[in-house]
T-cell receptor, first 114, second 111 residues
Framework: DSGVTQTPKHLITATGQRVTLRCSPR?????VYWYQQSLDQGLQFLIQ???????AKGNILERFSAQQFPDLHSELNLSSLELGDSALYFC?????????????FGQGTRLTVV | DAKTTQPNSMESNEEEPVHLPCNHS???????IHWYRQLPSQGPEYVIH???SNVNNRMASLAIAEDRKSSTLILHRATLRDAAVYYC????????????FGTGTRLKVLA
């Protein structure tokens, strides 16, 4: 158990809909990262937050947005969903942003768009 | 941007050592080398990281070349549970490659 909790574990929704994925980081971790992993694809970095502020952005679509709340949990919002958005979405947390820190990953949310 | 190159796949026999290579010829002096692995249907898991010196922990050893342009993750005795995709990652100041994962090496362990 990494200490990072993601909910829900599975989500099935229709095209055009909007969903919210939730991530609770390890206790005390200030950084949260979001990744997308499509079937048989690598992990694509989406976005990083540190203590409530956006720190780094990857190839995140404009239809996607995220935020980190004062209690440090984070949410990833996906809207106008397309079939191609079906993927595993992982959240990770780390104590800070330092290069010498390790990240801890959750078990992911499997999103299926039908 | 600094990036890493790994073989797509490797095989090992159970109970034998495994050496997983990673090339990072454009590494900068302040980049840390991190290794993660992803078991089937799970999130990535931290394995080890280092800067210049070789590192050991309960999971593995990390051997870093003197010029830091390559590194090797060493699993001392592979088990079936070590079958996973292993990712070598550079982590540095540049936010565009914070925890950027490549395609990794898929390790198959033969019984």
């Amino acid at each position: 158990d990494s200490g990072v909790t993601q909910t829900p574990k599975h989500l099935i929704t229709a095209t055009g809909q909007r969903v919210t994925l939730r991530c609770s980081p390890r206790s005390g971790d200030l950084s949260v990262y979001w990744y997308q992993q499509s079937l048989d694809q690598g992990l694509q970095f989406l976005i990083q937050y540190y203590n409530g502020e956006e720190r780094a952005k990857g190839n995140i679509l404009e239809r996607f947005s995220a935020q980190q709340f004062p209690d440090l949990h984070s949410e990833l919002n996906l809207s106008s969903l397309e079939l191609g958005d079906s993927a595993l979405y992982f959240c990770a947390s780390s104590p800070g942003t330092g290069m010498n820190t390790e990240a801890f990953f959750g078990q992911g949310t499997r999103l299926t768009v039908v | 941007d600094a990036k890493t190159t790994q073989p797509n796949s490797m095989e090992s026999n159970e109970e034998e050592p495994v050496h997983l290579p990673c090339n990072h010829s454009t590494i900068s002096g302040t980049d840390y080398i991190h290794w993660y692995r992803q078991l089937p249907s799970q999130g990535p898991e931290y394995v080890i990281h280092g800067l210049t010196s070789n590192v050991n922990n309960r999971m593995a050893s990390l051997a870093i070349a003197e010029d830091r342009k390559s590194s090797t993750l060493i699993l001392h005795r592979a088990t079936l549970r070590d079958a996973a995709v292993y990712y070598c990652i550079l982590r540095g100041f540049n936010p565009t490659y914070k925890y950027i994962f490549g395609t990794g090496t898929r390790l198959k362990v033969l019984a």
